[in-house]
């Protein structure tokens, strides 16, 4: 199993900034591509930012310019730097993250516990 454990989310004013944290650990497993997604009260989950571990980004059109996705592939850790953040960027943040069991050779998809993120006007 990979566990997925997330921090540094909180409450912050619009205009402000935040730094997401997201540590996997697990034995005997390769992680590749991480990413962000965010789900509000009454929608949907969705995408924020992924990065595979070559170090490509992706955004949701949303947050481009404002959010950047990072990973050090050494310490299996992703982060999200939220710049300029928006009310309309209030969710919770989940962190995952796609591994493959070097044993079984099987790949599977993880996810955190997620992490509060509020953004008030």
Known sequence: ??????????????GGSLRLSCA????FFIINAMGWYRQAPGKQRELVATIT????????ESVKGRFTISRDSGKN???????????EDTAVYYCKAEARSVVAGLHN?????GTQVTVSS
């Not at 199993?1 to 619009?14: D, K, T």
């Not at 571990?53 to 955004?59: K, V």
């Not at 850790?77 to 009310?87: E, G, I």
């Open 1 to 14: 199993q990979v566990r997925l454990v997330e921090s540094g989310g909180g409450l912050v004013q619009a």
């Open 77 to 87: 850790t992703a982060y999200l730097q939220m710049n300029s953040l928006k009310p």
């Open 53 to 60: 571990s070559g170090g490509s980004a992706n955004y949701a």
């Open 109 to 113: 998809a993880y996810w955190g516990q």
């Open 24 to 27: 996997a650990s697990g034995s």
